[in-house]
């Protein structure tokens, strides 16, 4: 329970950290470039229109926001978010899944070199998962002692003949 909170506590504060990077970096940009955001905001979403009242003969500027760029714009950046996420997502997964088939086959050789060589097969926690591999690992080893046995027939045989 205390590890749950713990790695829940790290995701909080690396998503903490990433927001308020991307804030600073806003603030520096803003302020240091003097207003590019806003300026860079206001000439591609901004739509001014300039009118010219005759009853008291002066211009005057109106402005609103161009809502289908704006939309268009966010439906981009929300396509572009999704892709990369997906992109770690999915490299997270294949690295996982490839470290996590490492371990399994050095496992698994560990497990043979054991049963062949110094001949037990002694029952462990992981035996339950690799049941189909003791019981090859079994056959083969029966084979194996079966062949030794016949060659072993087999030599004595010709020595009985060669005396």
């Known amino acids: 329970m205390k590890g749950k909170l713990i790695s829940v506590l790290k995701i909080l504060g690396v998503l903490t950290a990433g927001i308020l990077f991307v804030i600073a970096i806003f603030v520096f940009n803003d302020y240091v470039f003097n207003g590019i955001f806003s300026n860079w905001f206001r000439d591609t979403f901004v739509i001014e229109y300039e009118h010219y009242s005759p009853a008291y003969d002066i211009h005057y500027y109106s402005t609103e926001l161009n ?72 056959s083969l080893k029966s084979a194996m002692l079966r062949k030794e046995q016949e060659l072993k027939a087999e030599s004595s045989r010709k020595n009985d003949l060669i005396a």
């Open 67 to 138: 809502l289908p760029l704006i939309k268009r714009f966010v439906m981009i950046i929300m396509i572009i978010n999704m892709v990369f996420w997906l992109s770690v997502i999915i490299a997270v997964v294949y690295y996982q899944k490839r470290k996590t088939k490492k371990q399994c086959i050095s496992e698994i050789s560990q497990m043979t070199r054991a049963s062949l060589l110094e001949g037990n097969l002694a029952a462990s926690p992981a035996q339950e998962q690799y049941a189909e591999i003791y019981a090859q690992i079994a």
